[in-house]
């Protein structure tokens, strides 16, 4: 019995494997407009880089940060939801697959939905607002003046793949409403793309009821800002110390069983498209 559950997950993984390389060779195929989209996806991100040297010319101290820190908070930012944008982004489509009826199709395979979505549109383009993330952030590092320790150098190090995992965790819980809302996609944006340009910002410029949002119940203030006030060494706000930073591992991993949980309550809730 051991043998033959370790021989079916095998299968399940190559399965899924093959699936996404077929699913990555199909945006490479035509490579002017891949080209093309992933300079799309770079230009937003510019723009909203553009708006961040546009406060702090204006504006020399934002909150608890001035240019060189709010660039480390903007890097990270970007480049945690680059990451999870590719990966979990098609979860905003939830909509779409329940008016096709779609989603019936998934429930009768033998593959947890989740994974059938995720793998359904994997794409590749939109890493374009990950890269303008990597290269702020390798510019930042240059700029601040960071007094590193082996635990600062550790926790920037996860802060990229925490911050993906937290978006991830947004997405599927946007998507996981979306059974009870149905076609609801603007309503639950607002909490997953106005979280991303929430993390972008000292939680410090926010009324403290908007503060505590942002660190317990959508736990975008510990994307970038926290953690990156962690490595500055930044006391921060009141009800956003800096110090939370160094659990963003912790709140990303415990962000994501919340949200698998919220999804499996979806799934079960689900009584079909009614046609």
């Known amino acids: ?34 080209a093309l989209y992933v300079l799309t996806s770079v230009v937003t991100a510019l723009a909203g880089f553009a708006e961040v040297l546009t406060v702090f010319h204006n504006v020399p101290v934002l909150g608890d940060l001035d240019l060189r820190a709010a660039l480390l908070v903007y890097g990270l930012s970007t480049f945690g939801f680059g990451i999870a944008n590719c990966v979990a982004g098609q ?3 939830i909509p779409t697959y329940i008016r096709t009826g779609t989603l019936e199709t998934m429930l009768v395979r033998p593959q947890p939905v ?3 979505i995720v793998t359904s549109d994997v794409t590749l383009r939109r890493f374009g607002v990950g890269l303008v993330g990597v290269v702020t952030l390798v510019v930042a590092l240059a700029a601040n003046p960071v007094h590193w320790t082996p635990a600062r150098a550790g926790l920037l190090l996860v802060t990229p793949l925490s911050g993906a995992l937290l978006f991830a965790a947004l997405f599927t819980a946007a998507g996981a409403l979306q059974f009870w809302l149905v076609d609801a996609s603007e309503v639950t944006s607002s909490f997953t793309y106005g979280a991303q340009y929430a993390s972008q910002f000292s939680a410090a410029v926010f009324p403290v009821p ?18 990156a006030a962690a490595v500055l060494g930044l006391t921060g706000p009141r009800w956003a110390p800096g110090r939370l930073g160094w659990g963003t591992p912790v ?10 949980a919220l999804w499996r309550l979806g799934v079960r809730h689900y009584t079909g498209a009614g046609g």
């Open 210 to 227: 908007l503060r505590l949002l942002l660190v317990t119940a959508v736990p975008a203030a510990f994307v970038a800002y926290l953690p």
């Open 1 to 34: 019995m051991d043998a033959s559950c370790s021989g079916d997950r095998v299968g399940a993984v190559a399965a899924y494997r093959t699936v996404l390389a077929s699913r990555l060779r199909s945006q490479l195929q035509y490579r002017t407009s891949f």
């Open 251 to 260: 709140v990303a991993v415990a962000a994501c069983l919340a949200a698998l």
């Open 114 to 116: 989740l994974a059938q």
């Open 91 to 93: 979860l905003d489509t």
